[in-house]
């Protein structure tokens, strides 16, 4: 059998869930089978160093760069900050933002990619999705959902003629799907749940690299895995922390991950920490290129989102075997069972109450990670899935 010659589309290699699985999964894809390529639309970030040797790494067209880059902090062009503004007049929605700025400003500007593919696959949708429906040639087309599509307020008006085009639309969790497929029921035919790979041994053997020299020995570790964005529930991660003190717990909460270029989020953050005078107990570590030692000696997991896709922090916690307390977003349940850790109410008072209660009980902390160690939460055999999703279902 001939190799298949495939190019992954994705928007840049930056700290997140989405970034984690495509490495997980470049690493899985075997050369014997698939010509990997991969374009990133704005090609930086902490996981650049990680991509495999074996992936082709297209150099990104300089009107490719200057389109998917922030103006924030360089000189930008006339037309890329007109493209800005009338966008943001247009919409104050991101997504419809960013489906008009590519309609009618980055789309005419970008010539198509040089070359055919047997499969294109944007690894995210959005402005990926766009990209690799008008400016690639490939025989097959499938997309990647990573969130819950209402709760992220995807715009169905520019996504939809794109996924008619797609020969295949995969999402990360059955109820991830469900949710794409109440939006667009008409073709529900090509879609179909594919979880993100997680490999035990990649996530174990990583987790004995170091010891984080920033944790406090004396205090029960909390730890957030996540991105600074509204999304992610970071600020409400503070103010159960602000609580906890308040109670008089014992504790330090540690945050991994930085706000997305341009985004007021992680600054907002920063400033509720010192408002709440929690900065002695809550610490912002920013990326990291290795997240798995902070994990595996943390005490407690903690995810605040409103909502997700399917969490990779969560799966890395579960092979991890941490406690975890995650709030009730709606598609939790798809991934953390009763067994498994805490579900709390996403309000801040609810998640102190939930946190508290295993700060408080060391026998139920015990519990969760048994039951956690006695199970298998990798899942780098599903790479067989994905050759049926990258070559067509059979």
């Known amino acids: 059998m001939s190799k298949k010659k495939v190019l ?11 970034e984690r699985a495509l490495l997980n999964l470049l690493e899985e894809l075997p050369e014997t089978r698939y010509d990997v ?14 991509i495999p040797s074996k992936v082709a790494v297209l150099q990104t067209p300089a009107k490719v760069r200057d389109c998917f880059t922030s103006v924030r902090g360089r000189k930008a062009g006339v037309w890329r900050l007109t493209a800005d503004v009338v966008s943001g007049i247009v919409s104050r929605d991101e997504e419809t933002r960013r489906g008009f700025r590519w309609k009618y400003f980055f789309s005419p500007a970008i010539d198509k990619i040089p070359g055919h593919y047997d499969v294109a696959v944007s690894f995210i949708n959005g402005q990926v999705l766009y990209f690799v429906d008008e400016k690639i040639e490939a025989d097959r087309k499938i997309v990647f959902y990573h969130g819950d599509y209402r709760s992220a307020r995807y715009s169905e008006k520019y996504e939809r003629p794109c996924l008619e085009r797609m020969d295949g639309i995969y999402a990360v969790s059955d109820k991830c799907i469900d949710i794409v497929r109440s939006v667009f029921p008409e073709m529900a035919y090509k879609m179909k749940s594919l979880p993100n790979i997680v490999s035990s041994d990649v996530v174990r053997r990583r987790a004995s690299e170091f010891i984080p020299p920033e944790y406090d020995a004396d205090a029960p570790r909390i730890l957030t895995v996540a991105r600074i964005t509204h999304e992610k529930g970071v600020d409400t991660a503070i103010r159960a922390a602000a609580e906890l003190k308040q109670r008089g717990c014992s504790f330090r909460w540690y945050e991994m991950g930085k706000g997305l270029t341009g985004d007021s989020e992680q600054a907002a953050c920063e400033k509720l920490v010192e408002e709440l005078g929690v900065a002695d107990v809550f610490t912002f570590l920013g990326a990291r290129e290795n997240p798995y030692p902070y994990i595996a000696d943390c005490d407690i997991v903690v995810q605040p989102s409103r909502f997700e896709g ?32 805490i579900i709390a109410g996403t309000d801040a008072v609810s998640l102190a109450d939930a946190v508290q209660g295993l700060l408080e009980d060391p026998s139920r902390c015990e519990e969760l990670s048994f039951y956690l160690k006695s199970n298998e939460y990798g899942n780098a055999d599903r790479v067989e899935d994905y050759f049926q999703a990258l070559e067509g279902e059979r």
């Open 8 to 18: 992954f589309v994705m928007s840049s290699m930056d700290n997140g869930g989405a």
């Open 37 to 50: 390529n991969l374009l990133l639309l704005n090609p930086t970030g902490l996981f650049m160093g990680q």
């Open 310 to 341: 399917k969490s990779v922090a969560l799966d890395e916690a579960k092979i991890l075997t941490r406690p975890i307390v995650a709030t009730a977003y709606p598609t939790v349940h798809d991934q953390l069972g009763v067994k498994e850790g």
